[in-house]
Structure formats: C-alpha cells, structure tokens
C-alpha cells in the first residue's frame, strides 16, 4: 500500500511544507527578478488546515495555495519552478494536486488550460508533442511542472498513480464568470478532496489568492467551509 505518512506524521508533515514555502520564496523571487510582477503581485503561499473534531487528532485535510505565474519567456525562472515542483512530489502518494482550467485528455492527467497556447494545445492533449516542446514558456508555471513530471515523465509500471482532480469545473467554452463564483467553485472541490491522509496542493493564479478578509478571495471560500489557515 503506498505510503501516506507524510501527511499524518506532524514532524513529517511540518518538515515538508516548510521545504515547501522556502523553495517557494526561491520561485517567487526569481519571477520578480526576471519578470514585470512585484513581489506583491504574487503573494506569498497560504497553508489551511481543516480540523478534525478530536483535536488530538490530524487534522481532516491540509492545502497548500501557491501562487504561481502561468507563463513567462525568461528562461531563467524554469528551473526554479521546476525545482519546486520536485519539492512537492516529495510527498509521494500522500500528495492531491488541484488544476486550474482542466482540460481532461485521459482518465486521470487534467491537464491545466491557463495561459494555454491554443494553436498547440490539441496536439499535447493527443500525445503528439510534449508539453515543453510545444509551448516553451509554460515551463514557468508550477502547475505545467507538475503535469510534466506526474504525467509525460511518469514510469510506465508506477507504484501508484498520481492523484490529480479539477479545482474548478471544466469548461466546454469560454464563459464569463465572476472571481467570486469561481473561487467558490474552487474551495468546493478543494473541500470535498480532503482527507487526513492526504496533503493538496493548488498552484493558481494569484489574483485567486488574497486576504482572509477579502470576502471574495479563495482563502474566505474556504474559511467558510471549515478551513483554518495555519501559515
């Protein structure tokens, strides 16, 4: 049975989502150094916790909100993200990741569509050109980095497959939506994933992201359902 620890050891679990928000702070300030976003375009990374009702206990589920940059040509920020991403797998079968804009080419890969350079995107989606090749700057995306390494790099005989689900409801054509109906569709989905032995990660745009106090932020949608954020 995979390995899940990493979610219900408190030692476990604290020593990772704190290499999390550091390789984080690396990826944020490479953006800002290479690109036009400020360090308060991106914010900063959010971890949520739900709580069980034993308070001894795990808690029932635990978030981690990364606001990521969903393209961008300076080459310097790819490794970053992609170091980043590495840091996240870490978690192994005890890690859910939520996609933005899903695009859904087989049975568990959701593939993200933010930013997606629609001239290529068919081709990825059928397998006739990789990701990476066939739209360069999405490597400085978190997101893309972990559709890459769970998906196109995936061993053909796994241990276990990645557990991947849309954080927001798929799309079949553009509709305008509102920030405040949108985020929560997302923590609606974020909530019904969670689970004690399971650790999400959600990398999304920051314009998501903001105060517990912005009553239209994601962070408020989850807070309402039961969220507490823990850093």
Do not use: C
């Not at 029932?60 to 080459?75: A, F, K, N, R």
């Not at 890969?109 to 989606?125: E, F, Q, T, Y």
């Not at 769970?150 to 553009?174: C, D, G, I, L, N």
């Amino acid at each position: 049975m995979p390995d899940k620890t990493i979610a219900t050891n408190s030692t476990l679990r604290t020593k990772y989502l704190n290499l999390v928000k550091e390789v984080f702070g690396r990826y944020r300030a490479q953006v800002v150094r290479e690109s036009d976003y400020t360090e308060q375009d991106l914010g900063d990374l959010f971890v949520m916790t739900k709580p069980d009702d034993d308070s001894e206990a795990p808690p029932h589920g635990t978030v981690v909100l990364i606001p990521e940059i969903h393209e961008d040509s300076h080459e310097e920020i790819y490794t970053p993200a992609s170091q980043l991403a590495g840091v996240i797998m870490s978690a192994g079968a005890a890690l859910s990741v939520g996609v933005e804009e899903p695009t859904y080419p087989d049975h568990h890969s959701w593939l993200p569509n933010v930013a997606a350079d629609s001239k290529h995107r068919p081709d990825v989606i059928a397998n006739k050109k990789k990701l990476f090749e066939a739209e360069p700057k999405a490597q400085a995306g978190v997101a893309y980095q972990l559709y890459v390494l769970q998906v196109e790099k995936a061993p053909k005989a796994p241990a276990f497959v990645w557990h991947r689900f849309p954080a927001e409801p798929r799309r079949t054509h553009h509709v305008n939506r509102n920030d405040d109906a949108v985020n929560t569709d997302m923590a609606r989905l974020i909530d019904e994933q969670a689970a004690a032995d399971r650790i999400i990660v959600y990398p999304v745009g920051a314009y998501h992201l903001g105060s517990v106090h912005n009553k239209t932020s994601l962070l408020q949608r989850l807070s309402t359902l039961g969220w507490e954020l823990e850093f």
